[in-house]
Structures are given as structure tokens and as C-alpha cells.
């Protein structure tokens, strides 16, 4: 039961371009949803999150786009740095859990 | 500050033994949280504690495994009669509330089955 879904497995980009990273979800009881960032033999780290009642949150090169009606939400890096390269998780929580994609692996290219 | 602590980082065993897993969460986060990542996937949402309410054992994939929190401190999770397929990173979160709180995660631990 995949409440939330990264279809894209990997991401490679060029350093300086826009990394734009998808996330669907199909729980309309979702109200607030989080990207993290992980890179390997460490624990995912919290990079930014979104409030339902938001569409737009940025945090320096960090925005992330929350789409209600499509159960859609986006992150975008720009310009995308070669140390963003990490896997990141997409995550949605309702009443009482978090749930995570399986994540998407960004390559930024020198 | 301390972060979240789990311990062992990394842990072979024998398949048909038992394991217990420990998390230190951060001090005074009132929610901690089991996942599960197998190799190549996503996190497997497994357990959560809120504070004194009952925990939410719905992730829990069999009856092998059990997780136990004491207060709003230590949690272990308890693996028994490990099998193969549950080689995979084991990693624990916490926060200050459920629901709307970014999840603080230990590095995780390892473990893998022969």
C-alpha cells in the first residue's frame, strides 16, 4: 500500500541547472509533507516541509511545491550543487504517522 | 545537542536467532518512530510511539517482531527468529509531537542475516 510515490528511481542534472524532484500521494488525509535528504550510512535529514494550506515554500536554493487538487507535491534545487547529490525521500503525514516514498537518487555533475 | 542514537551500527546474525535493536531518542521528543529500509527501497514505516498512548504496531510486518518504549525514553525493537529477508537498515526517528514535526533520525542500524 504505497501512499506515497517517487517514480523516478534516479535524477542526474549539471551543477548550476534546476533539479526538479516529483512526489504523488494518494491520501487526501495528508496535511503536511516533508522532503529529506540522505546520504549513505547516515539517517535521512530534514530539509523542508509544507503545510497543506500552503502551495509554495522556499528556503534558500530549496522550494517545494505542494499541487492539492493533483495530490502533487515537487522540490526544486536551483542551481543545483555537486554536494546535493544524496538520495531524497519524499514523506506525507496525516493523524498519526509519516509515510516515505522510496526516494529519488539526484546526480549533480561538475 | 545529542542527537538520536542507535546502537549496534551494525549487526550479523544467524538466521533463526533473536535481535534486539536499541534507540536513544533526542531528550524531551515525545513521539519516536521504527522504519525499515530494505536495499534499493524506500523507508517501511513500522512503529510509533506517542507518548503514553498505546503504539501504533500497524508497519509491524509478522508477530517476530515486537518494540517496547519506556516512558518517553529508550525504545528497542525486537527481531525474534530472524529470517533473511529481515537483512536491511533499521532506523529510528523522533520528534517533539506526531503529525506536523520534521522526524529526527539516528544513523541506523544495519543488520544482516545469514
Same mark, same amino acid.
Given at each position: ?42 539517517? *535521512? ?11 509554495? &515554500?522556499? %528556503?534558500? /536554493? $530549496? ?18 550543487? *555537486? ?11 496525516? &493523524?498519526? %504517522?509519516? /509515510? $516515505? ?10 | ?114
Amino acid at each position: 500500500d504505497q501512499q506515497v510515490k517517487q517514480n523516478s528511481p534516479s535524477l542526474s542534472v549539471q551543477e548550476g541547472r534546476i533539479s526538479i524532484l516529483n512526489c504523488d500521494y494518494t491520501n487526501s488525509m495528508f496535511d503536511y509533507f516533508l522532503w529529506y535528504k540522505k546520504y549513505p550510512a547516515e539517517g *535521512p535529514t530534514f530539509l523542508i516541509s509544507i503545510s497543506s494550506i500552503k502551495d509554495k &515554500n522556499e %528556503d534558500g /536554493r $530549496f522550494t517545494v511545491f505542494l499541487n492539492k487538487s493533483a495530490k502533487h507535491l515537487s522540490l526544486h534545487i536551483v542551481p543545483s550543487q *555537486p554536494g546535493d547529490s544524496a538520495v531524497y525521500f519524499c514523506a506525507a503525514s496525516g &493523524n498519526n %504517522d509519516m /509515510r $516515505f516514498g522510496a526516494g529519488t537518487r539526484l546526480t549533480v555533475k561538475p | 545537542g545529542a542527537g538520536v542514537s542507535q546502537s549496534p551500527s551494525n549487526k550479523v546474525t544467524e538466521k533463526g536467532k533473536d535481535v534486539e535493536l536499541r534507540c536513544d531518542p533526542i531528550s524531551g521528543h515525545t513521539a519516536l518512530y521504527w522504519y525499515r529500509q530494505r536495499l534499493g527501497q524506500g523507508l517501511e514505516f513500522l512503529i510509533y510511539f506517542q507518548g503514553n498512548s498505546a503504539p501504533d504496531k500497524s508497519g509491524l510486518p509478522s508477530d517476530r517482531f515486537s518494540a517496547e518504549r519506556t516512558g518517553e525514553s529508550v525504545s528497542t525493537l525486537t527481531i525474534q527468529r530472524t529470517q533473511q529477508e529481515d537483512s536491511a537498515v533499521y532506523l529510528c526517528a523522533s520528534s517533539f509531537k506526531q503529525g506536523n514535526s520534521p522526524l529526527h533520525f539516528g544513523n541506523g542500524t544495519r543488520l544482516t542475516v545469514t
